[in-house]
């Protein structure tokens, strides 16, 4: 009998390893808003690690975050450090790594544990304000609980960048 459920528990993970390398190992998680200002009072909310604390979805969970910054204050090179004892905001750090004025920032995301990513931000004059596209980019690789959570990713990463557009845009449109 114990032989039959060792058998049977090996083959359900087998199985549950194979299917798991179906599933995506690339994540893109994206969301919009409209905000009601010129590109140039948006971009700088983007290119300056500095400015996240007036706006992260993250930070307003743990606001003793320790963060240190290094590199220029703003525009590539531009680096963002954090370590937090609440999960959900955790260590790692962020850099940038390309920067277009007043119309597109890519940032090099690093979570210690968790592994790497890339993020977005696409601006674009609109009437009446700054189309903003905020993107989120990972590669799960092989590892099979990885791509089983990254089913998940859309609704977890989707929650918090909408809370932090909403920031944004708030802070923005007050400026």
């Not at 199985?15 to 919009?32: G, K, Y």
């Not at 119309?103 to 609109?126: I, M, P, Q």
Request: glycine share 10%; aromatic share 10%.
């Amino acid at each position: 009998m114990l032989k039959k459920l060792l058998i049977g528990f090996v083959g359900l993970v087998v199985v549950l390893v194979i299917v798991s390398q179906f599933l995506p190992a690339h994540v893109h998680v994206e969301r919009q808003t409209t905000v009601n200002a010129a590109p140039e009072a948006v971009f700088p909310l983007l290119n300056n690690p500095k400015n996240t604390e007036k706006w992260s979805p993250w930070l307003e969970r743990d606001r003793n975050t320790a963060l240190t910054y290094s590199g220029p204050a703003e525009g590539v090179g531009a680096k963002l450090s954090w370590r937090s004892e609440n999960r959900e905001v955790g260590v790692g750090n962020l850099e940038i790594t390309e920067s277009k004025p007043n119309s597109f920032v890519r940032v090099a995301l690093a979570f210690e544990g968790h592994g790497e990513a890339t993020s977005t931000y696409n601006l674009k004059a609109v009437p009446g304000g700054t189309e903003l596209v905020w993107g989120f980019d990972t590669d799960l690789g092989w590892n099979p609980i990885l791509r089983y959570m990254g089913l998940m990713f859309e609704t977890w990463i989707g929650a918090d960048y909408e809370r932090g557009l909403a920031n944004l845009k708030r802070v923005a449109e007050g400026a």
